[in-house]
T-cell receptor, first 112, second 111 residues
């Protein structure tokens, strides 16, 4: 039981490049979310999903896309990287609305 | 929409003393309130949570209290130890079933 697995752990991108951050969970959780955390700050919700085929925007969705084709996977796509997207990205999952999240170990992204 | 305020932003206590972090929320329909601990460079980890049908919950040195009437909840850590040093986040379940997060409290345990 690996929990929530994120890849890569570190990434450096040039402005304008695109990439996909991978997230997979093996706990059969319905709910999955992507957060970004800037230095010394709290967690801001980018996108979330309440089940396969269902996604919605969080508070900071601009510049990011998501899809949820399976229960296990919830990739986050950066369409055209900008320096303002330099952050640590966390994927999280939970089994239902009234339960706590299990977080992945994070992806530290730098855009130059 | 839902808003969660967390205080203080930094808390420094002597090792062995107690620490209390407080959060207030705005949506009276919120019914789930978790607390997370995040050590430097690590992922947030759930340490305790409470549902709105319960007023208090304890787990060893950690307890959470909930006052639904006043719309606030608190984290209590007793007999603090150096390994308690971290940033603590509170959260409340919003109307779209997503968590609304507090801004975090940096807890410093002085030896």
């Amino acid at each position: 039981n690996a929990g929530v697995t994120q890849t890569p752990k570190f990434q450096v991108l040039k402005t304008g490049q695109s990439m996909t951050l991978q997230c997979a969970q093996d706990m059969n959780h319905e709910y999955m979310s992507w957060y970004r955390q800037d230095p010394g700050m709290g967690l801001r919700l980018i996108h979330y999903s309440v089940g396969a085929g269902i996604t919605d925007q969080g508070e900071v969705p601009n510049g990011y896309n998501v899809s949820r084709s399976t229960t296990e996977d919830f990739p986050l796509r950066l369409l055209s990287a900008a320096p303002s997207q330099t952050s640590v990205y966390f994927c999280a999952s939970r089994s239902g609305a009234g339960y706590g999240y299990t977080f992945g170990s994070g992806t530290r992204l730098t855009v130059v | 929409g839902e808003n969660v305020e967390q205080h203080p932003s930094t808390l420094s206590v002597q090792e062995g003393d107690s620490a209390v972090i407080k959060c207030t929320y705005s949506d009276s329909a919120s019914n789930y309130f978790p607390w997370y601990k995040q050590e430097l460079g690590k992922r947030p980890q759930l340490i305790i949570d409470i549902r709105s049908n319960v007023g208090e919950k304890k787990d060893q040195r950690i307890a959470v209290t909930l006052n639904k009437t006043a719309k606030h909840f608190s984290l209590h850590i007793t007999e603090t130890q150096p390994e308690d040093s971290a940033v603590y986040f509170c959260a409340a379940m919003g109307s779209n079933y997503q968590l609304i997060w507090g801004a975090g409290t940096k807890l410093i345990i002085k030896p």
